[in-house]
T-cell receptor, first 111, second 113 residues
């Protein structure tokens, strides 16, 4: 079946550092891939998405590229801010309805 | 108003009690979901509904039931709460397109003592 594996956290960075959170997936067919962000005390919000191979999703300075050859969708940001501290979830939505979520990666950004 | 509203936001209940968590949405989406979030386990699907007459079990439905009262309303019940149902519960909605993401509510933090 479909699955998503993302790097364990927490990830702790200083402000303005470069961020990478790794995500790999297993799926049949051609799923859509997503990153969601969860700020403290809130629900998940869609951060970015990519619906086919080689697509790059981007939002708020975050980027991720759908790599079919490596089955990956790593999240990157060139310069993180304290306000980026949150939990980030990689997710996959295949044929039909079902979305599979990774376990989440907590990011702490220090001033 | 939020697109997806969950009530209550926080609830403490005793073992054996029946409790209902409610979810309403203004997105006009047909599909609604209940997830449970536990630390280190990500989100696990409890139940989902494609429309008012369609209810399906997710991966962890034991001990839970749901009701889809209208297109916009989807409630989750714990018939006899137990401590290991202590968790953060999220309602979400989606449309039919696999390329579109989900819209989540703010969650209900449930503690069973």
């Amino acid at each position: 079946g479909n699955s998503v594996t993302q790097m364990e956290g927490p990830v702790t960075l200083s402000e303005e550092a470069f961020l990478t959170i790794n995500c790999t997936y297993t799926a049949t067919g051609y799923p859509s891939l997503f990153w969601y962000v969860q700020y403290p005390g809130e629900g998940l919000q869609l951060l970015l998405k990519a619906t086919k191979a080689d697509d790059k999703g981007s939002n708020k300075g975050f980027e991720a590229t759908y790599r079919k050859e490596t089955t990956s969708f790593h999240l990157e940001k060139g310069s993180v801010q304290v306000s980026d501290s949150a939990v980030y979830f990689c997710a996959l939505r295949g044929g039909g309805f079902k979305t599979i979520f990774g376990a989440g990666t907590r990011l702490f950004v220090k001033a | 108003d939020a697109d997806v509203t969950q009530t209550p936001r926080n609830r403490i209940t005793k073992t054996g009690k029946r409790i209902m968590l409610e979810c309403s949405q203004t997105k006009g989406h047909d599909r609604m979901y209940w997830y449970r979030q536990d630390p280190g386990l990500g989100l696990r699907l409890i139940y989902y509904s494609f429309d008012v007459k369609d209810i399906n079990k997710g991966e962890i439905s034991d001990g839970y039931s749901v009701s889809r009262q209208a297109q916009a309303k989807f409630s989750l019940s714990l018939e006899s709460a137990i401590p290991n149902q202590t968790a953060l519960y999220f309602c979400a909605t989606s449309d039919l397109e696999t390329g579109n993401g989900y819209t989540f509510g703010s969650g209900t933090r449930l503690t069973v003592v």
